[in-house]
């Protein structure tokens, strides 16, 4: 899963206060596609922006274990229920490689953790919409983790060379979530009249919010020059969401779907789908936390938090406690 | 606010991926000792039988070079061609060197 930058709030991060030498190196290193590691000289800029996308993006993945979460014990059937399983545990999986590249950064999960518990930290507008049907699940995987893809498939060659790593484990287990999710699509549209309905409804209302995790359009993405310039992103918002289009309508009709917009239009000169607008003050209205779902996913990230304290708390004393009894065993050894 | 001595530490993972094959870092964890890290490296980085066997270490315990520095280490090597073995033009017709 992915999120696009989205706490900017229209200022990019500024560059300007830094040793203009040093500048120039960092610029012309990333310029020729070398990767940045986590003891070089960066500018501030970079480092915080870098923290900012990593860290949302390790919150996504964590959230997003929920609205999946939620169909575990209600799969079908004990396969299903097995590659939910599988799948549920990997988004856990994409956040600790991403909170571990974030931490490279200086920055530490504990402070990660609080700002997106406080809700200053933000995540995925795509998971604070509810799972209603078991037909939703196969929407996520095929529609979901098919934009997550399209957008984590290009930062494998991001400038940090931490975050690229973990892009690159992430994207080899993102295959296997997409497939799954359109093996379940594909089996519900070839199913009974009522099934192909639960299909074609779950993609009715997941179509336009896919279409929003690829960010605001680029004329209202003030960080996106600065972000190809300095490699963390590589491409365009508007572009991937045109690639994402292009690549999923065929899927769709390939199963009997229809996507749901009338304005949809293959344009033979741009060799590319013409598509409608998207609803920009949904995305807005989400992204300030008016989401179907918000407040439930916050209360249960929480609840998970505060339940845990316990045990981190007992485990930590536990260790500490054995160390020092270590110690003194090795004293009275000698 | 969290105290940051209370963190569970940071421990840097190591994968062996097949026999024969050095162990190779893949990224790390939080745990609270040795044997949680193992169990948690486990669970995160060998999901998909990704090695057979894996090391764990605490990450305060590594020490690593400069970057500053990287220009006195590893740039006089670069005029040291002769401990490469194309270094030396030896006549076609001699064999086996």
Same mark, same amino acid.
């Given at each position: 899963?992915?999120t ?25 290193r ?18 915080k922006?870098?923290?900012? %996308? ?9 959230? =997003?274990?929920?609205?999946e979460?939620?169909?575990? $014990? ?7 229920k ?48 509810? $799972? ?9 995987g ?13 930062l ?17 287990e993102?295959?296997?979530? %997409?497939?799954q ?5 594909m ?12 299909a %074609?409804?779950?993609?009715?209302r997941?179509?336009w919010?896919?279409?929003m ?7 209202k993405s003030?960080?996106t ?5 300095w ?25 009997g779907l ?14 590319a789908?013409?598509? =409608? ?10 992204v ?7 407040k439930?996913?916050? %209360? ?5 938090w505060?339940? =845990? ?12 406690k ?6 003194q065993?090795?004293?009275?050894a000698? | ?17 097949k026999? *024969?094959?050095s162990h ?26 990704? *090695?057979?066997?894996?090391?764990v270490l605490?990450?305060?315990? #590594? #020490?690593a ?6 220009a ?17 033009k #030896?006549?076609?017709? #001699?064999?086996?060197?």
């Amino acid at each position: 899963m992915y999120t696009t930058d989205l706490s900017g709030k229209g200022k990019a991060e500024t560059a300007a206060a830094e040793d203009p030498a040093m500048l120039a190196t960092f610029e012309a290193r990333v310029a020729a596609d070398e990767f940045i590691e986590p003891k070089d000289w960066m500018p501030e800029a970079y480092r915080k922006t870098l923290i900012r %996308q990593i860290s949302q993006h390790a919150h996504s993945e964590i959230v =997003g274990m929920l609205p999946e979460g939620n169909w575990i $014990t209600r799969a079908p059937n004990l396969r299903r229920k097995a590659i939910l399983l599988a799948k549920v545990q990997d988004e856990g999986g994409h956040g600790l490689y991403l909170y571990c590249a974030a931490e490279t950064l200086g920055v530490s999960r504990d402070e990660m953790t609080e700002a997106l518990l406080s809700g200053k930290a933000k995540y995925s507008t795509i998971f604070n919409y509810p $799972t209603l049907t078991w037909a939703d699940i196969g929407a996520i995987g095929w529609l979901v983790d098919g934009a997550a893809i399209m957008n984590q498939v290009p930062l494998q060659r991001t400038s940090y060379g931490p975050y690229a790593r973990a892009m690159v484990r992430i994207c080899k287990e993102e295959s296997f979530h %997409q497939r799954q999710g359109y093996e379940i699509m594909m089996h519900l549209a070839a199913g009974t009249e009522a099934q192909k309905r639960m299909a %074609q409804d779950a993609l009715n209302r997941w179509w336009w919010p896919s279409l929003m995790m690829f960010g605001p359009p680029d004329d209202k993405s003030p960080n996106t020059e600065q972000s190809l310039r300095w490699r963390i992103k590589r491409d365009t918002n508007d572009e991937l969401r045109q690639k994402f289009v292009d690549i999923t309508v065929p899927q769709a009709e390939a199963i009997g779907l229809t996507v749901p917009d009338p304005a949809l239009k293959w344009n033979e000169e741009r060799g590319a789908y013409d598509f =409608g607008d998207v609803d920009w003050e949904e995305f807005y209205a989400v992204v300030r936390g008016e989401g179907a779902v918000a407040k439930e996913r916050m %209360q249960a990230r929480q609840k998970a938090w505060e339940d =845990g304290a316990w045990v981190r708390e007992a485990a930590r004393v536990h260790a500490e406690k054995k160390a020092v009894g270590n110690r003194q065993l090795a004293v009275g050894a000698r | 606010m969290s105290d940051p001595s209370k963190e569970w530490p940071l421990w840097e993972v190591f994968v062996r991926g097949k026999g *024969g094959l050095s162990h190779r870092h893949v990224g790390s964890v939080h745990a609270a000792d040795g044997k949680m890290a193992l169990e948690h490296a486990r669970d995160t980085y060998t999901r998909r039988m990704e *090695g057979v066997s894996l090391w764990v270490l605490p990450s305060a315990q #590594i #020490i690593a070079s400069d970057p500053g520095d990287a220009a006195a280490l590893f740039k006089p090597a670069e005029d040291k061609v002769y401990r490469h073995p194309t270094f030396y033009k #030896i006549p076609d017709g #001699i064999k086996h060197i």
